[in-house]
């Protein structure tokens, strides 16, 4: 167990940190109007959205390399029950869902038939009208984020899906949580 919260800690946490810190970024460049970085602001929130999504959706794969795991769809399940919305008592399938994100950066375009996202295109930076989201799910007054379009539809903010999947693994290991959004390493 040690070796899988050391993973998480210092693994997890820090590609956490980096995007949440990209969509602070991206924010501040859209507010100050610094058009010359905001593009520059947009790669980088891309690139460290990419990258939370991946670590955070194979930290199974380490589970299940280090625990006594032995079926990976079994333990995704039990997670997704689990799952819920920003700490409510709202069910969200976030844990499969950041499975589609990841792969979709991986391999672009999905084929698979379970999948809730068709491909990389479906994961953009974008502002959403009032009541898109769920109540109370990203930056408030539609500011640019990144938000993920489902094949029914639905969007969702990348950053409350990470919030609820590290939160579900926090709960899974009995770890305490700390307040949301707060992905500083212990």
Request: charged share 25%.
């Amino acid at each position: 167990m040690p070796v899988i919260k050391h993973h998480f800690d210092k693994v997890i946490l820090p590609a956490l940190a980096e995007y949440k810190l990209a969509e602070i970024a991206l924010t501040q460049a859209l507010t100050s109007g610094d058009l010359e970085n905001l593009n520059v602001a947009r790669d980088d929130l891309m690139r460290r959205a990419r990258t939370a999504s991946i670590e955070l959706h194979q930290f199974t794969d380490f589970v299940l390399s280090e625990g006594d795991i032995v079926d990976i769809g079994k333990l995704r399940n039990e997670l997704d029950m689990k799952c819920v919305f920003l700490r409510t008592n709202n069910k969200v399938k976030d844990v499969s869902l950041l499975r589609d994100i990841a792969d979709a950066f991986k391999h672009h375009t999905l084929s698979r038939k379970n999948t809730r996202v068709v491909g990389s295109g479906a994961i953009i930076a974008c502002q959403t009208g009032y009541s898109v989201l769920f109540y109370g799910e990203g930056k408030n007054g539609g500011t640019e984020q990144i938000v993920v379009t489902q094949l029914n539809g639905e969007q969702r903010a990348l950053t409350s899906i990470i919030q609820n999947v590290s939160d579900v693994w926090r709960l899974y290991f009995q770890w305490p949580l700390p307040p949301i959004g707060d992905y500083s390493t212990p």
